[in-house]
């Protein structure tokens, strides 16, 4: 098993059998319950302001789809602050925004990963319009070409209220993941997320409570993930 070091730890593959680990497979239990009589292949993870755990959730979701054999790809849609890159140890010369524009091919821009059935496709160069680049029918090709591959996509975008590109990738995507940081989240924030998403008509699957309090079984486990997708 490989140690990954860096603010947002692989849970999932560093400690698979603690209890965070475990919530991340509930999560991932949930989403395809929720999902058994759709086609639910492409879940966007937002949260309403940085600093709530969606990334962490992103990657952890991901890895949890692939260690249950899904094949998997992880997008960075952050194109305005990217961090998956750095996760996996990846380039970052080009990316999503390469493949948006048509410099590269979907293939040229995947890179695999040390995880079984886990590929990512990071954010590429820091483009001056991510909205219009998220909102173009190259982004939606491009969506459709993946699903023909990849059993699952999992998607990070930036916060919802920061600016538009989480509801304008939830629009095109099947499902979309809010992450509320039980200890920072305000309760008009998460409504007004909530809001803008059905406004888009975008399909919420749930809640990821994060950093919520509970019961200590021992010293190691102050907090955990709550899903209700």
Not at 39 to 52: F, G, M, N, R
Not at 75 to 98: M, V
Request: hydrophobic share 40%.
């Amino acid at each position: 098993m490989r140690q990954l070091t860096h603010k947002y730890p692989l849970i999932m593959d560093i400690n698979p059998k603690s209890f965070i680990a475990e919530s991340y497979r509930a999560l991932r239990t949930n989403i395809e319950f929720s999902s058994f009589d759709d086609d639910l292949k492409s879940i966007v993870i937002t949260s309403a302001k940085p600093q709530e755990g969606k990334t962490t959730t992103a990657v952890n979701m991901a890895v949890a789809f692939a260690q249950a054999g899904k094949s998997v790809v992880l997008i960075d849609a952050d194109l305005r602050k990217p961090s998956i890159h750095n996760i996996f140890s990846k380039h970052n010369r080009g990316g999503l925004s390469n493949i948006i524009v048509k410099q590269y091919r979907v293939n040229e821009m995947i890179q695999e990963t040390h995880i079984d059935n886990l590929w990512v496709i990071t954010s590429g160069p820091v483009p001056p319009n991510p909205s219009e680049m998220l909102s173009s029918n190259n982004f939606t090709e491009m969506l459709d070409e993946l699903k023909e591959r990849y059993s699952v996509i999992i998607i990070d975008t930036p916060p919802a209220l920061t600016v538009t590109d989480a509801q304008i990738a939830a629009a095109k995507c099947d499902g979309v993941i809010l992450v509320v940081n039980a200890g920072k989240a305000k309760r008009d924030s998460v409504v007004k997320v909530k809001e803008q998403l059905e406004h888009v008509k975008a399909r919420l699957l749930g809640v990821v409570l994060n950093n919520a309090k509970r019961k200590k079984r021992n010293k190691q486990e102050e907090y955990y993930y709550e899903s209700r997708a």
